[in-house]
């Protein structure tokens, strides 16, 4: 192996264990050095881009919020005819995302969608993921709103998350909380720390424990204001 090789294999490994945020690429990993402080870390940008599949509009959150805290048994049937019913959706479009809404809606029982600020719903597909969905706040200014993911918070990255938010009664400073990620060594870099928190801060503090799923939760920036927000996984 020559000399050269072997510097870069060394660069590599310091890269996948200087932090254990775990950022996806679809593509080409991209390592960036921080020279001020010389800290490495992984910044992999997924270059795959989510956009509206469609918008439930009017009180869509509230409407499908009642039916899963209300429905004896939720179904993806009774999902698409209530899409239908409401005026949400065609029938097509409706038989399309019904699945995904139902998977999504029976994961968090409490707050079937805590991860949507808005009345209505901007239901996002990934480009290279046809036919599976996930949920996003709509933005009036920005209607067909796409969003690329920043990084992916694992299953145990998140219910640290979850717990600091549960010590502290669903209230945690958002300096507080960067410093919590980084001494918990969720990331190693600050401004990563504080797009994360700015993803969280979009939702409730004390509905955050209904995400602590046990599986990966997104962290997502707009391509058109640059905000972050949180997204679960399509389906």
């Known amino acids: 192996m020559s000399k050269k ?3 870069l294999s060394a ?41 509206p599949y469609c918008i439930l509009k009017g009180d869509a959150r509230e409407i499908l919020t009642k039916y899963f805290k209300n429905a004896d048994s939720p179904s993806v ?34 707050k079937p969608f805590v991860e949507v600020f808005s009345s209505e719903i901007s239901v996002l597909q990934p480009g290279k993921q046809e036919g599976a969905f996930t949920v996003g706040t709509y933005n009036k200014e920005y209607p067909m709103e796409t969003f690329s ?18 010590k502290k009664d669903g209230f945690v400073d958002r300096d507080e909380l960067a410093q919590y990620l980084i001494n918990n060594n969720i990331t190693s870099d600050f401004n990563v720390a ?42």
């Open 11 to 51: 660069l590599a490994c310091g890269v996948l264990l200087s932090s254990s945020l775990s950022f996806t690429n679809v593509q080409a990993a991209e390592v960036k050095i921080n020279s001020q402080n010389k800290i490495m870390r992984r910044a992999i940008i997924n270059k795959d881009v989510y956009s």
């Open 149 to 166: 993911v920043y990084a992916v918070l694992t299953a145990d990255e998140f219910k640290c998350i979850a717990d600091i938010y549960e």
């Open 5 to 7: 090789i072997k510097i």
């Open 77 to 110: 049937t009774g999902v698409r005819d209530l899409l239908v019913r409401e005026n949400l959706a065609s029938r097509t479009v409706a038989n399309n995302i019904a699945y995904s809404l139902y998977s999504l809606g029976t994961q968090c029982k409490n």
């Open 194 to 235: 504080n797009n994360i928190v700015a993803a969280l801060y979009t939702c409730y503090g004390d509905e955050i424990g209904e995400l602590d799923l046990g599986e990966n939760i997104l962290v997502m920036q707009s391509n058109d204001t640059g905000l972050y927000y949180l997204a679960r996984l399509p389906r």
